[in-house]
């Protein structure tokens, strides 16, 4: 696939992903998240399937940014949210979970992309960061209630601004 196709079949996805939060009744920053995780599935899934050393390195220049600026900017400014932040689990989802991804990061660097090393190593890698997504969401909706539809709201623009300056 192209990179342009691609990055419209990403942009649609996650379009997609957004959409389907709305419909459950998310607002604001809970479907942008929702939609940058069926991004990077994409994303990660485009890269497990293709075995060309080229490839994969052009696809984990963007995963890698991409997972680390979605980690920093969702801790910066759903996690610093008072009611979010006291909230119970948060610590194992936000903490625990992210540095065993952060953890992953180097074995998949320095294994080289055609090895069959690089391709074990990135597994165990988007296993861990879609496990991850999928106990994120699954507190979604507890979360809104917790800060409201409005804060949601207001919390998509200060986080875009975060991405943007990120
Ligand atoms: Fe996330």
Redesign the pocket.
Known sequence: MSSIIEETVAKAVGRWGALKASISGLEGIFPR?AA??DELALLMGRAEMTSDPQKRAELWAKIKPFVQR??RC?KVVLYAEPSIATFEGVDDLHVEETERIWALLEPVEQAPFESAQWEASFKQFQDLVLI??RH??ALFIRMQELIGAQRARELEDVYLKQVFQA
């Open positions: 998240l940058e995780h979605h980690e969702e991850h997504a994120e969401e």
